[in-house]
């Protein structure tokens, strides 16, 4: 198991830091399908589907600072060539899955998060240690 993956699972979501004040954050379910509602509305022909999608999700996942880098796919559309827009989107997808280990992980680093999750020191709440000014023992295994 890397270092610190256990943590991911316990603790905010990241960010991704670009520079110049840009970072790439991850997006909630319903900010994913309400980007995909707008690229339906931007689209055209099926074969812009794809690049729309990717715009709309651009506008929703990056950051200036605190702010949306852009107001809407549309203004991604505008501001941006298709390989940049492309590129954000290949590091966004790359960090999502870097960041929130889901239903496409490998067997193998899914059971080892899980057990660095249910192994690791916790506070006398847990139930584990019922003493009130002792300090819980540390696992072995």
């Known amino acids: 198991m890397r ?71 549309a203004a991604v559309l505008e501001a941006l060539t298709v390989e940049q827009i492309q590129d954000l989107s290949e590091r966004w997808a790359a960090f999502c899955r870097e960041e929130d280990p889901g239903l496409g992980t490998e067997r193998g680093r899914l059971e080892a998060l899980k057990k660095a999750w249910s192994t690791r020191r916790r506070n006398g709440c847990g139930g584990a240690c019922s003493g009130r000014s002792r300090r819980c023992l540390r696992r072995k295994g």
């Open 3 to 73: 270092g610190f993956d256990w943590l991911k699972l316990c603790t905010a979501p990241g960010r991704l830091a670009l520079g110049k004040g840009y970072h790439l954050r991850l997006l909630r379910a319903q900010e994913v399908l309400e980007a995909r509602r707008e690229a339906l509305e931007l689209a055209q022909e099926g074969r812009e589907r794809a690049l729309c999608a990717n715009a709309c999700l651009v506008a929703r996942f990056l950051r200036k600072g605190r702010r949306q880098a852009y107001v809407s796919g």
